[in-house]
């Protein structure tokens, strides 16, 4: 079937596949394309070299079972020892990025800076170096989700410290690993990091995840300001939010409400004070009177100072952001005051239906006209800004070479980006695929397959075998065109 549609997309140029016309107009010259991955789930050498533990190392010796197939990042992909070969397979595919993450406690074992790991930094100095002598653009997230255990130790991302400690990491990466570095991310996916990601000995609902998101923020802004104000950085500096295309359930006002209220609530609770400086109006006003109903003093939100509304307004140099999915939002009774909660302070009803297009796990359904409307809703929301997708893509299960699923993703996501930049104008300057190999895929294990290329997990030497899909990203990242003949770009 796959082959039969790329045959038909040889002879037309232009193709129907299912109910969409794939885009065939050239990206521009200057669009960027890339795969991403994170130190994490790929490098292995989880001790190596005198790299200190970091959460995901302990959480997964210590307690298997949180694990679906009880497996860990100890070796993964290797790519400690073989990035080589992995920026050998980004080179023949034809990147002109690729976005990796630094283990923080790779390069400083205790997460503070008065320990530095010399083997861990000459790894990523021997990337780099790699990557750019075979003019691959390195794109740097400083922070993955892998925490030093020394700093959860003393209470993680919720020490109000967190902010001074990630901000000292993320000044010695810009002195380290600066020289012309263009873009960096500084945190992945904060949201997920302070709520449902959140591996922390205790979490309190409806509180420590208002208190992490703050953190975040500050952190962030605090690592932006090092970067331009202190270090006079030529490059860009931005953090990556992420979720899901939130789809109204009908028309009526009350679900289209619901829906712009679940956007403000997820992708505007840092977009908001990054773009606008203070957290979404509809967000103060709920989380503030649920809060009162409960018998705080204040809101749990930790309201914005107006120093600190001015002091991260502005601090996101180009929109980044992770996307796979969409939901559709009903409107719904608000919850009944008792404990806090951060869904309840929300207040609506998500869901995906059963019909729609499915992937291997049951969060990632196959919706690419979402990944349209969410551009739209982001150009619209911060004034058009430059959006990088530093992350989408599609999980299948193990042993999928002939990866239809990933070619047909791939296909329909790139054709709705491509109509939102050249029908609704867009601002996209890049587009990573998550991820280049199959990797640690977090509680999934090995489960999941979300790589172009697969790695043989069974094997010491890791192995690595291209998908079909990396042939048709390939010839994507080589000719700009989605389809065998593009007309030029607009
Ligand atoms: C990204 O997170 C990560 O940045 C990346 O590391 C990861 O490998 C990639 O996506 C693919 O998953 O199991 O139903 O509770 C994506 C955001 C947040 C989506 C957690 C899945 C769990 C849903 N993810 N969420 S569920």
């Known amino acids: 079937m796959t082959s039969l549609l790329y ?45 200190g533990p970091n959460v995901w190392d302990n959480v997964t010796h210590e307690k298997t079972s949180f694990i679906i197939d009880g497996s860990n990042g100890d070796i993964s992909c290797d790519s400690y020892h073989k990035y080589k070969e992995d920026i050998l397979l980004l080179k023949e595919m034809g990147a002109n990025f690729y976005r990796f993450s630094i283990s923080w406690p790779r390069v400083l074992p205790t997460g503070f800076i008065d ?12 990337l780099i170096k790699e990557l750019k002598s075979n003019q691959i653009e390195p794109v740097i997230t400083i922070y ?21 400690w990630f901000t000292a990491y993320a000044r010695f990466c810009f002195e380290t690993f600066g020289d012309d570095i263009r873009y960096w991310l500084t945190i992945n996916e904060p949201y997920v990091a302070c709520t449902v990601g959140f591996i922390s000995l205790v979490y309190v609902d409806g509180i420590d995840d208002y208190i992490c998101m703050k953190n975040m923020l500050m952190a962030h802004a605090n690592a932006w300001h090092i970067y331009h104000d202190d270090l006079k950085g030529t490059g860009k500096v931005g953090i990556v939010l992420n979720s899901n295309w939130f789809e109204p359930e009908t028309d009526s006002a009350e679900d289209l409400e619901a829906s712009e209220r679940t956007m403000q ?27 009162k109903l409960e018998g705080f003093n204040e809101s749990r939100i930790q309201e914005l100072t107006n120093a600190e509304i001015e002091y991260v307004k502005g601090t996101n140099d180009f929109f980044a952001f992770n996307s796979y999915t969409s939901s ?21 009803y998500i869901y995906q239906p059963d019909e729609w297009r499915n992937s291997s796990l049951s969060w990632l359904k196959v919706t690419p006209w979402g990944m349209r409307k969410l551009l739209n809703w982001i ?50 300057i890049g587009y990573s695929y998550w991820a280049l190999l199959d990797t640690f895929e977090w509680t999934a294990g090995y489960t999941a397959k979300f790589g172009l290329i697969s790695v043989n997990f069974d094997d010491p030497a890791r192995p690595r075998t291209r998908k079909m899909s990396s042939y048709y990203y390939e010839k994507i990242m080589k000719t700009k065109c989605l389809v065998d003949e593009c007309e030029d770009e607009i």
């Open 7 to 51: 045959l038909l997309t040889l002879i037309f140029g232009a193709c129907f596949a299912g109910d969409i016309v794939i885009n065939n107009k050239k990206f521009p010259e200057n669009f960027l394309f890339g795969c991403a991955t994170s130190s994490y789930q790929i490098e292995g050498g989880w001790d190596a070299d005198g790299k």
């Open 115 to 126: 320990n530095i790991n010399q083997p861990g930094v000459d790894y990523y100095k021997n």
């Open 144 to 164: 993955h989700n892998d925490l030093p255990q020394s700093i959860q130790d003393l209470g993680g991302i919720k020490n109000p410290e967190f902010i001074n």
């Open 265 to 291: 609530f997820i992708w505007g609770w840092l977009g908001h004070p990054l773009y606008h400086g203070d957290y979404p109006e509809i967000m103060k006003i709920r989380v503030a009177n649920r809060s």
């Open 328 to 348: 559709i939002v009903r409107s719904g009774p608000d919850a009944p005051i008792g404990t806090p909660s951060h869904n309840d302070d929300l207040g609506v």
């Open 379 to 428: 150009k619209n929301e911060y004034s058009n800004p430059p959006m990088l997708i530093s992350e989408n893509g599609v999980a299948d299960g193990p042993g999928q070479l002939n990866d239809t699923i990933r070619y047909n993703y791939i296909r329909d996501y790139l054709s709705n980006i491509r109509d939102a930049m050249e029908y609704d104008g867009a601002n996209v």
